[in-house]
Each structure stands twice: as structure tokens, then as C-alpha cells.
């Protein structure tokens, strides 16, 4: 595909980490043994950015009720007394391990954060570490909650307790640079030497349900956003309101849920001249099935490259985010064509107001 | 597909009526009995809305540079001391054969807004003419005009001249009510009677580029809209900043708008969970390809039905109202997820604001 005038490629080698089931009776040593086992594979490949899922350490806990230390459990403490969660143990040997292959690092963690007076706020959270920063260089926290703070009290009901375990994400969504990822990125004061110059790549984050909301999409993609890392456990059926599976046979059901999902990455994707790396946990965690479709997706939307199993997977592909100028500069050239005058009830409204009722007349 | 209680079936029976090329030399009448003949398959069917492109009753002349009364031509005058544009003798006889069948009707067309000083405002624009009311109950005017007000330069160019002729729309995202379209919905002064009855379908309509702006479908999702009325005129490539082809194969090409159509009209039905009929004018217009594509999509974001030909062609779908309730009470429950205190950018920015540069160490 030819643009105007040839842009100077800006390579990223980059990896959708997918695991498989994680079961109530899997310990995080084993589950970090298998991410690293993946790391290990990444590297071997080439790979500069690897993504790991939401709530990578254990099971989908939110489907469980649960409370005291059979909840705490699933936690990673942050407490700025001591330092970030990149010390937690449970989670430092990932980026240790990142750390000595080169390779950055996106992943989906239960955060605990103590506040100031002692009690904690949880968030459902991931970090972006930086590999050449050998830091922590974006962190977000999931602004979109699905399921309900009560459990559904019906007969064999599913429950999505993510709105009873989690705080809603307090950072909004904030892109940022990953340092080094590209070659020849413009630094600081670089800029008045060059027209066309790119600086590090512009990075967001979401997780899970938030791939379902263009909002959060466009908040990025008004920063630049030039790769989505959006890692999640979905179920790989639909419930009512009541929390019964939706009747109908469970692949039908898949079917939906998967068109669900690549209409929201790959659609938005789109509309937002952007990359994305959508990793699933997938498999079934103790009997509860959950869909793949881990993928990467190019910003003209289409998939570059997919998962074929249900298992641990590496879905590595080398994209250019060159690829995102054309459409960032006609069709999306934001600065063009958007007309916020008619946007405001987006921020103005919550929930739905309909037009007034007619008259009978 | 069952919800926990069977929800009242509110049916509307649907067609988009797809239009092949419209050529330089067909005649303003020529088209109009075309598009009647559509209304009379529709009735035969028992049609009760039918949906027809953007600017259905010519040749898509945003492609030319014009001037004088070589533009003029184009334009339907609406002049609010004459009544309104259902007065054009042009569109008049659709509307009045519409009624003679009780069919609804969205049609595009190229205003001309006479304003009280006798001067002129031209906008790209729809109506929605009801039958049962005898008259236009919603009007849209586009707001995402794509293309440029200058004329590309360069030898070859294609040019999209919408930004040239006419005004970005200013009546916002306006929903209505669509009198009648369903039985049994409860109208003023009923809703005491009732604590699931659901009024007259609320209507949104788009046009052409505005599918692909997600803040459009929002302003609308948040209005309740259940049916999403689109019709359009869509290259069947993709062009560089400069107006040129991009270099791949024409199938190839076209392969990828109808991509980028599909994720746009699919993506946004799904996560608005409305219906949307979507309508081309396709088919080569003097030479110049336009993509077909016209299709009729579930609020669960598959294709109920869609075209299978490039030229005068009716698809026609029985839908459920009923079937919008299930996602805009769950996953789509707008008041129960969004989180408006995160969406601010999208009204307070227009364009890109890129994070900052990195320091060099």
C-alpha cells in the first residue's frame, strides 16, 4: 500500500501472549512459570512488546462469591509506602524476566491499593513496563465494570461480580510514549529538526468490557494512540438479566460472542487509525468456558494475525505503525472533521432519554 | 433467543431500497419512477418503511467541479415561505405515492436552505416522511462532510468536493418518534397504564461518512434509538492525501471498503444495540465505482439480510423492536456503565493532542 510519500517504516515486533485455563487449583508459580515459558518464546521470535491478558496471575475470580481471605487472595498490594507494584513478588520476576529479553510488557492484575490511612481500594488494573525504563511507564486502571455488585439470587444463575470487587478506574485514559520501542524515535527538543519525525510510539490500555465502549477508544485516540493492549476473560456465552445463559446451543452462542468482540476491536480499531493487540484468557477455567480470539488487528481493520487455539499461545506479528498515517491524516483527520458542537449530550447524559411520547392524535 | 419475560413483539417490516448508477444523463424523472417502482415492490411485500440512499434523486456530483447552474441543478430549494421541501416538485410525487401505500420513507437529497434575507445555505440532507402523518416528522442534515473544499491539484486526482458544497449540518443528532410504524404503542398520557409498553419507534438517521463516527451513533444511543436509517454513496477505493488510487488491486480495494463499511455500520449497531438499515447507491456512475453493501443489521450486530447486485435492488426484513431490550438492559444498560467523567476530551478536543516528547535519557 503506497502513500503520498514513503514514510519512514517505525517496526514493532509484537506478541498477543494468550493463556489458556487458569483453575482454582493452579498456584501463580505455575502460572508465572507459563508466562515466562512464553516470554522465553517471544524472545526467540524477536519480539519488543508482549501482552498479557486481564487478571493474568489466576482464575477469573468474579465469578465466584466471595469474601475475606478467599478473596484477598487474588490481590496485589500497591502501597506507595512501598513502592509500585512492580515490587510485588508475585509479579517482579515477569519483568525481571522481561527486563533481560528487551522485551516491554503489558498485563492485567487485581490491584489492592492502600491509601493513605491505611484502608485499600481495589481496582481491576493493568501497567505497561518498560523494559529499556526498566519502569513502569503507564498504568490504567479499568473504567468499565460489567455485571452487578449483588449476586443474582435466581436458581443456577452466572454471576459477574466485578462491580462488587472493583472500584470503577480512577486514572480516566491516560496514553503515553514507550520508550525505545522504535528505532530512531525524536526525544525532547528534536522536533525543529525534523518535519516528519515521529517521537516513541503512543500506547493505550483497556481492559475486557472497556473494548465495548468507543468512548474510551476515542479518549485515546484523540492523544495519537498508535497501539491498543487490551487483554480479557469473556464469557464465551451471553446471560439474560436474571443470569441465565441466553437459550440458544453453545456454539451458536460462541459464534455471537466472537462476532461481538472482533465488531468492537476490530470497528474501533478502525475508527481510530490504531493498532491493537486484544489478548484473551481463554479455555475453560474449572468448566467455565471462555472465548479466544486473541488478535492483532491493523488500523485499516483487519486482522493481521490470530490465535488457533485455547491453550498458552503466541500470536506474533511485526507491524509498522507508518500504517497508521494515511488514515490519521484523510478520513480520521480529526482536526477536519469532527464537530463537538453535537457531541455534548455524551458527556452530558449517562443513561438514555427518549424522545417524548406522541399524542394520540 | 429468549429474555425473562417475552417481551411484546413490536414488528416492523423494512426495506432498503438500494439504487443502482444514476448517470449524468438520466433525468430527474427517469430516477423518480425508478424509485416508485421500488414503493410498489416494497407494498407488494408489505413494506411499511423504506429507506433510499444519500442524494437519491442524481448522480452523486460531489465527484465534479461545478459552478453556476451546473450545481444548481442539483439542489432541491426549501424555502420557508413555500412550505417545506416535501413541496419540491421533485420529491412530491415520492411522498404522495408513499401515502397512497402507508410507507414510511427516509430519502437523502441536496438542500437548499432559503434564509430570511434571501441568501442560501446548501446542506446534504435527509427526511423522514410518515405516512400515517402525512408529513416529514424528522429532518437531519449531514455533519461529517468527508472530502475538501479546494479541488485537488494534482494531474489525475479524484476529488470529493462535499466540504465545497455544502455546510456541516447544524440540528445535531436529532432521535424521533415514527408514528404509528408499530401497533399498540402507548402514546401520551397511556404510560400510567403500563410499566413495559413502549412508545412509537424512536428513529435516528445518519448519512453517508457519518456511520464511521462513532459520537454520532452515541448521540443517537442515547436517545433510546432503536432503528438507525443510513443510506450513502461510497467510493469503492480508498484515495492518498494527494487524491490518488491507493496502489492495489481494484477487488482488493473494494474489498476493504466494504470492510471498513461493514465494521462501521455492524460495530455501531452492535454497540448502540439498534437496528440499522444501511442503503447504497453502487454500481459504476459515468465510470466512477461506488460499493454496494446495502444491508439490514441486528442489534446484536449480524447482517439480517443484505444485496446481492449492484443495481436497483429491494431488501426486505421483518425485524423485532423487542429484540434492542435484551442488550440495552445488560451490556448496553448505558446508565448502569458509562462513565462520563472519563469522556471529556471528546467534546473539549477536537484534533490530536499528542502525549509529550521523552527526554533523550
Known amino acids: 500500500m503506497s502513500s503520498d510519500t514513503a514514510a519512514t517504516p517505525r517496526l514493532v515486533t509484537a506478541a498477543a501472549c494468550q493463556l489458556g485455563p487458569i483453575h482454582l487449583a493452579d498456584t501463580r508459580e505455575d502460572v508465572l512459570k507459563r508466562m515466562i515459558s512464553l516470554l522465553d518464546q517471544a524472545a526467540e521470535q524477536g519480539v519488543k512488546l508482549a501482552v498479557f491478558p486481564e487478571l493474568a496471575f489466576t482464575t477469573f475470580f468474579p465469578r465466584y462469591l466471595l469474601e475475606g481471605q478467599d478473596l484477598d487472595q487474588y490481590f496485589d498490594i500497591e502501597d506507595p509506602r512501598k513502592g509500585g507494584i512492580e515490587q510485588s513478588p508475585n509479579i517482579k520476576p515477569l519483568f525481571d524476566h522481561a527486563r533481560s529479553l528487551d522485551i516491554d510488557v503489558y498485563v492485567g492484575y487485581a490491584e489492592r491499593s492502600i491509601q493513605s490511612d491505611g484502608s485499600h481500594v481495589d481496582y481491576n488494573s493493568s501497567v505497561y513496563y518498560s523494559a529499556k525504563a526498566n519502569k513502569i511507564v503507564g498504568k490504567y486502571r479499568k473504567v468499565h465494570l460489567p455485571g452487578s455488585v449483588e449476586p443474582k439470587t435466581a436458581a443456577g444463575a452466572f454471576q459477574q461480580l466485578e462491580k462488587r470487587y472493583f472500584r470503577p478506574g480512577d486514572l480516566g485514559f491516560p496514553a503515553f510514549r514507550a520508550p525505545g520501542l522504535v528505532d530512531g524515535a525524536l526525544k525532547k527538543g528534536d522536533m525543529e ?19 465495548r465502549w468507543p468512548e474510551a477508544w476515542r479518549v485515546y485516540g484523540l492523544q495519537g494512540m498508535e497501539i491498543m493492549c487490551c487483554g480479557y476473560n469473556t464469557t464465551a456465552f451471553q446471560t439474560t438479566s436474571s443470569g441465565h445463559a441466553v437459550d440458544m446451543s453453545p456454539e451458536a452462542a460462541e459464534e455471537l460472542v466472537m462476532l461481538h468482540h472482533k465488531l468492537s476491536c476490530q470497528g474501533n480499531s478502525y475508527m481510530n487509525a490504531c493498532f491493537s493487540i486484544n489478548v484473551a484468557k481463554t479455555g475453560a477455567e474449572d468448566g467455565n468456558p471462555l472465548v479466544g480470539g486473541t488478535m492483532i ?28 498515517d494515511r488514515p490519521k491524516s484523510t478520513v480520521f483527520a480529526f482536526e477536519k472533521h469532527r464537530r463537538t458542537e453535537h457531541y455534548h449530550s455524551i458527556v452530558e447524559r449517562t443513561g438514555v432519554v427518549e424522545p417524548e411520547l406522541l399524542a394520540s392524535d
Chains 1, 2 share one sequence.
Do not use: F, Q
Open 193 to 211: 529538526n525534523s518535519t516528519t519525525g515521529k517521537g516513541d510510539p503512543i500506547i493505550g490500555m483497556l481492559i475486557c468490557n472497556d473494548r
Open 297 to 324: 488487528v491493523h488500523p485499516l481493520g483487519h486482522i493481521i494475525k490470530e490465535a488457533v487455539t485455547k491453550e498458552d499461545e503466541l500470536v506474533v506479528a511485526t507491524i509498522d505503525l507508518a500504517d497508521c
